[in-house]
């Protein structure tokens, strides 16, 4: 996986539209497994597959959600990719 610094801007668009699919199936399996109450704090420390996907899934996104604010000065869903600025800073 490639570090967010080195990324494009369409490519870390790319990945947050992954992610936010990725996001969706495993909210719902946590649903459907009836833990859908529970917080990211008490999520964290389990170690089942979903519990370890999950907690991946939102650090992956708040990486990239980090260098997005880096490049754009604030969060945004998508970076721009039609301008130039929002190119990879590594």
Do not use: C, H, Q
Not at 4 to 26: C, G, V
Not at 59 to 73: K, N, P, T
């Amino acid at each position: 996986m490639k570090e967010p610094k080195y990324m494009t801007a369409m490519e870390i668009n790319s990945e947050r539209t992954l992610l936010d699919s990725l996001s969706s199936k495993l909210t719902s399996e946590l649903i459907k497994n009836g833990r859908g109450r529970e917080r990211f704090s008490d999520i964290r420390p389990m170690t089942d597959k979903l519990s370890v996907d999950y907690i991946a899934a939102a650090e992956r996104e708040a990486a990239l959600l980090a260098e997005v604010v880096l490049r754009y000065g604030s969060t945004i869903s998508r970076l721009p990719t039609w301008r130039r600025g929002f190119g990879p800073r590594g």
